[in-house]
T-cell receptor, first 114, second 116 residues
Framework: AQSVTQPDIHITVSEGASLELRCNYS??????LFWYVQSPGQGLQLLLK??????LVQGIKGFEAEFKRSQSSFNLRKPSVHWSDAAEYFC????????????FGRGTSLIVHP | NAGVMQNPRHLVRRRGQEARLRCSPM?????VYWYRQLPEEGLKFMVY????????ESGMPKERFSAEFPKEGPSILRIQQVVRGDSAAYFC??????????????FGPGTRLTVL
């Protein structure tokens, strides 16, 4: 079975600084990978996804993520953080072998200082 | 095009009562998923349904919990005889069901259940 690790529970950055949120997965083959964002009291919104092809994927709101097979990672990045980016970020994995069910990491809470 | 709708947004029940959570998928979506989120945790899969059919209920507790997605109307997650440990946010997601494992799920705003 696949698993997802988000090693950072909280990340604090200053507005305008760059951001990288870490995600590592465990799965025997190349999985399908997702990043979601959850604002307080809201549901999850899809930021970006990777299925195959170019390992650098662009998402909404200026986010991007890079799939690195050798490191089993799918880290989320943004060059310049805005105060409105403060939220909970979840990495998710779907096994490419026919499962429909994502496994979610426990999330990283992003705090943005002015 | 309305997104996934869930109601109620907040639900308070006393121990032993029943909780009914509703989910209306996006227009054109025939697949529904239910998840539970405990504080400071990620989402945990509960059940995956298509119209009139449960596809995967491997994440559902064996007792007190049931789900349905009838031919007409919303999907319902039903929790009987609620206990304090059922307090959580319950999220519904829907997908079109046209792309198999690469089907993107779209999430509703959730129902926050509080058991007193």
């Amino acid at each position: 079975a696949q698993s997802v690790t988000q090693p950072d529970i909280h990340i604090t950055v200053s507005e305008g600084a760059s951001l990288e949120l870490r995600c590592n997965y465990s799965y025997g083959a190349t999985p399908y990978l997702f990043w979601y964002v959850q604002s307080p009291g809201q549901g999850l919104q899809l930021l970006l996804k990777y299925f195959s092809g170019d390992t650098l994927v662009q998402g909404i709101k200026g986010f991007e993520a890079e799939f690195k097979r050798s490191q089993s990672s799918f880290n989320l990045r943004k060059p310049s953080v805005h105060w409105s980016d403060a939220a909970e970020y979840f990495c998710a994995v779907v096994a490419s072998g026919g499962s429909y069910i994502p496994t979610f990491g426990r999330g990283t809470s992003l705090i943005v200082h002015p | 095009n309305a997104g996934v709708m869930q109601n109620p947004r907040h639900l308070v029940r006393r121990r032993g009562q029943e909780a009914r959570l509703r989910c209306s998928p996006m227009k054109g979506h025939s697949h529904v998923y239910w998840y539970r989120q405990l504080p400071e945790e990620g989402l945990k899969f509960m059940v995956y349904l298509q119209k009139e059919n449960i596809i995967d209920e491997s994440g559902m507790p064996k007792e007190r919990f049931s789900a349905e997605f009838p031919k007409e109307g919303p999907s319902i997650l039903r929790i009987q005889q609620v206990v304090r440990g059922d307090s959580a946010a319950y999220f519904c997601a829907s997908s079109p069901g046209t792309s198999g494992s690469t089907d993107t799920q779209y999430f509703g705003p959730g129902t926050r259940l509080t058991v007193l």
